[in-house]
């Protein structure tokens, strides 16, 4: 295996009158709101889900708040719920689904491709109103009295009983879906039909590979709780019974198609994650990624296996026994293709001249505690120990350790190493790394004493809870403040750094792909002419050639 | 150009220029025509079991003409059909799957 | 060196750049920026279309199921709300949906060989086509709503056996819902016939460029099907 290092890049010194780029190329507001360049599309989301991100994080503290103490004295019980719906819903519907897709996948994906821009520009732009659309029903149902039903809006709860505005919020989730819905529809059209001259599929970053698999996803589960919703806001609006036992329907239909959407959905939060780790782990191992077609079509198995595994969310809601056990079974399989990708990264690392910089800080986390959620998903897809440890604190942390120990750490990975290309600065380093070990030792302390105290018996959604599970509890808000203001401190260096950070260059990691082949950040349709390209994915020696080659034509 | 991108591949540079016959198009509706009233002559029948299958074969019949023929797959490259044919397939997962739960729950574990 | 330091000039040194800009030379006036040519704007729109009629397929497919599963629940309430059902209109109906389809097909073909007038014609046809099966639908539902078979509070079943009648709403739910949003399709796909109308009779079609009445086409015979499985399922139950 070739390694190169840092000096081999060709480095071409910035000029000083910065050249126009996507960001000055026009000014005004309108022509942000107007926009049809995914580059400047990417940016609004980043703007978006960045605030969205904080309001849902601004519940998760309140409830890690109200657990300091077991009497349950700060909030009601009432407003308990509120905050946890609230929590689960902005964090999964606004922040986790988008994130990844529609800030780094929109910014990138062309891009990587050599494309001038998305193959439906238009709806692409249509795509962010969309999704401002249903975030504001989110944010006006928080300010007019909040929905308690949780994030998995179960029948007949939400339809019969609830008082809250529960019509309101599905609505909002409603319209975000087809928020997705375009940006994977865009993705899959972009993939097949814009890539330059040269690209073949196996010559595509694994990132695109990742987003692809995203994408069907997307597209195919995104529809069927497009669907789930209507019927849900059908019964409440029309006080019928689709899903109410009493009025002769199945509470588990509404709990089926929901989970039919909302299993894969997990995948479309974590399979963008692993395709931001991959590039990073290339790029900092100076190495081509171990395996690289296992780790490609692993990414096609998990967005397939994801589909057949639905039901264990059901296995104590009264399915069948048959069913349940091929359900445990399917569950089972998803873990080899996640381990096949942990194993390749591992093995891409291995004796490599690993350069620790922030976004390798973050990838090592992730792979550690992505690891961590995976095999605790496996005792839960296991129906006995599932039964035990069911909507107790156990699921609370297996969940969090990959949604946040996985994609918000991938997330905060590949915010920093695009960073250079999409503002054209450096964000300060020590800084940076601090903020990484921040996040890692805040995010375990938080989520570790879940996973002691929901197996001893805390279950989960309740304001109040027994003495003696206290210090645990303690201990798990302790860690929030302590994640709290890792999360805090990139907003104020990133923000710092827009302006005043180091100025980048083309290329300031010596990485490959054709991201870093265009300026910092690029100019408006990405390349001056349509690039060529003749060198497999991560293969540094070609690729340098390739540049130092076409440099002195 | 040497280097050729996927769409090239499949359809050659310039759209894709085939154009259905006329007799083909009108060909297509009569049949249509004629399932339209097998079905409903069908379902005036009483078959047994065998009505709402003999209905549902007509119901893909018909469905796959118009795809194939109407909707123009059967000139389409590879990828479209790999694209409806997925379609289908997905939503015979939620159909299978969700039934291996209602249909199996009566069966006795012991 | 590069005139402009900050790039890389990517373009294969061996690419003649006498054949790139030959195929430049002509921009088409539809022809997007972002796409090399006409071709590969059409591969990316139909492409477009056929995913999007596959979150189409899922999204019925969900309600699909839910008939499916209910159906089994209440084999005896499905065929008594089928028997409340015209079958006369809804064959009717079909053969006019499927004659839709036909103008439409024939509306491509006559896009692609450059016959400006009978492209307009047809999609007109269309449009009256797709009006009238809308408005027998709404003479149907004007009925069932008078007879009392709208669910919710106005459900006021008084032919069935109060046995059947919950099950009959249930099955009414199905009907309204389905026939409902295919209807909502429908008006969609008018109110797209329109606007394609107007763009026909300025003449912006012609055999080069013909793909946004294509998936127009798409779009329109997606409808069509789901009313071949809604028709035998909702109106032909033995």
């Known amino acids: 295996m070739t390694t190169t290092t840092l000096d081999d890049a060709p480095f071409i010194e910035p000029s000083a009158t910065a050249p126009r780029n996507y960001i000055n190329d026009e000014y005004g507001v309108l022509s942000w709101l107007l926009t049809k360049d995914h580059k400047r599309i990417a940016l609004l989301y980043l703007f978006s889900v960045t605030t969205l991100f904080f309001v849902g994080g601004f519940f998760a503290f309140m409830m890690r708040l109200e657990l300091l103490t077991p009497e349950g004295d700060l909030f009601t019980s009432d407003t308990y719920n509120k905050f946890f719906t609230l929590h689960g819903i902005v964090m999964i519907f606004f922040f986790l689904i988008p994130a990844i897709p529609a800030v780094l996948g929109n910014f990138l994906l062309p891009i990587m491709l050599g494309a001038k821009d998305l193959a439906f520009p238009k709806l692409n732009l249509l795509s962010w109103y969309i999704y401002i659309v249903g975030a504001t029903f989110g944010v006006v149902v928080i300010i007019t009295g909040g929905v308690d039903t949780g994030w998995t809006f179960y029948t007949p709860f939400s339809t019969q009983y609830s008082n809250t505005h529960v019509f309101a919020t599905t609505l909002g989730a409603f319209i975000t879906g087809f928020s997705s819905i375009l940006t994977g529809l865009n993705f899959i059209v972009t993939t097949h039909r814009m890539r330059a001259p040269g690209l073949t599929w196996f010559r595509l970053p694994l990132f695109v590979w990742s987003m692809y698999a995203t994408s069907v996803v997307i597209v195919l589960a995104t529809p069927v709780l497009a669907m789930t919703l209507v019927l849900l806001m059908i019964e409440r609006g029309l006080h019928v019974g689709i899903f109410d036992p009493a009025l002769g329907g199945d509470p588990l239909l509404y709990q089926h198609l929901f989970w039919f959407y909302s299993h894969p959905a997990v995948y479309i939060m974590i399979l963008p994650g692993m395709a931001v780790i991959s590039e990073c782990v290339a790029a900092f191992t100076r190495k081509k990624i171990f395996g690289y077609k296992f780790v490609a079509f692993s990414s096609l198995a998990i967005a397939l296996l994801g589909f057949l595994v639905w039901a264990h969310h059901l296995f104590v809601a009264g399915i069948s026994v048959y069913s349940a056990m091929i359900f445990s079974f399917l569950t089972m399989l998803v873990a080899v293709p996640s381990a096949v990708k942990v194993f390749n990264w591992t093995a891409t690392m291995y004796r490599a001249s690993v350069s620790w910089q922030t976004p390798m800080l973050y990838v090592l986390g992730f792979i550690g505690l992505f690891t961590i959620g995976g095999v605790t998903g496996l005792f839960l897809a296991a129906m006995g120990i599932d039964v035990h440890v069911h909507d107790s604190y156990f699921v609370v942390a297996h969940f969090h350790y990959i949604m946040v120990g996985g994609t918000v750490m991938a997330y905060m990975a590949g915010i920093h190493y695009w960073w250079p290309k999409i503002t054209g600065r450096m964000y300060p380093e020590w800084w940076a790394r601090l903020s990484a070990l921040l996040v890692f030792v805040g995010f375990n302390l938080t989520f570790f004493p879940q996973f002691l105290v929901g197996y001893v018996g805390m279950p989960r959604r309740y304001h109040a809870y027994a003495p003696e599970f206290q210090v645990l509890n303690v201990l798990s808000t302790a860690g929030a403040t302590v994640l709290a203001a890792g999360y805090i401190l990139p907003m104020i260096y990133l923000a710092w750094s827009w302006k005043f950070g180091r100025r980048a260059g083309p290329n300031p990691w010596g990485a490959v792909g054709l991201e870093w082949a265009t300026s910092s950040p690029p100019p408006k349709e990405n390349f001056l002419e349509t690039p060529v390209v003749t060198w497999d994915a991560y293969d540094y020696p070609a690729f340098l050639k390739a540049m130092r080659e076409t440099q002195n034509a | ?110 | ?238």
Do not use: C
């Open chain 3, 1 to 238: 060196m590069p005139s402009n330091p900050t790039y890389y000039n990517l373009a294969h040194p061996g690419t003649t750049e006498g054949e790139e800009h030959a195929a430049h030379e002509h921009h088409h006036p539809f022809l997007q920026h972002h796409f090399e040519d006409l071709g590969q704007q059409h591969a990316a729109s139909t492409l477009g279309m056929w995913l999007f009629l596959t979150t189409e397929i899922l999204f019925f497919g969900a309600f699909f199921f839910g008939y499916a599963l209910y159906r089994n629940m209440y084999p005896e309430a499905w065929r008594a709300g089928a028997h409340h059902q015209n079958w006369v209109l809804g064959t009717a109906n079909t053969i006019v949906l499927i004659g839709s389809s036909l103008t439409m097909a024939l509306a491509v073909w006559a896009a692609q060989t450059n016959r400006r007038k009978l492209t307009t014609l047809l999609l007109a046809l269309t449009l009256i086509l797709g009006t009238v099966f809308l408005g027998v639908k709404a003479y149907e539902y004007n009925e069932h709503i008078h007879e009392g078979f709208f669910p919710g509070s106005h459900y006021h079943n008084v032919v069935d056996s109060p046995a059947l009648r919950p099950g009959v709403q249930l099955f009414m739910i199905f009907y309204f819902g389905m026939t409902g949003m295919h209807a909502v399709h429908m008006i969609i796909g008018a109110g797209l016939l329109l606007y394609f109308i107007r763009r026909a009779w300025r003449g912006d079609f012609g055999e080069e460029y013909y793909g946004p009445i294509e998936v127009m086409g798409l779009y329109w015979h997606f409808v069509d099907i789901v009313w071949i499985f809604l028709f035998p399922l909702l109106y032909l139950i033995h």
């Open chain 2, 1 to 110: 150009m040497a280097h050729k991108t996927d769409y090239e591949d499949h359809i050659g540079h310039a759209p894709a220029h085939h154009v259905t016959s006329l007799a083909v198009y009108f060909g297509i509706f009569f049949l249509l025509m004629v399932l339209t009233v097998l079905t409903v002559a069908a379902a005036r029948v009483n078959l047994g079991v065998w009505n709402t299958p003999i209905a549902m074969a007509i119901a893909i019949a018909k469905a796959t003409a118009v795809i194939l023929w109407f909707m123009h797959v059967i000139h389409s490259p590879r990828l479209t059909w790999i694209v409806v044919i997925v379609s289908f397939l997905w939503l015979g997962v939620l159909f299978v799957l969700t039934f291996a739960d209602y249909l199996t729950r009566h069966w006795s574990m012991y």
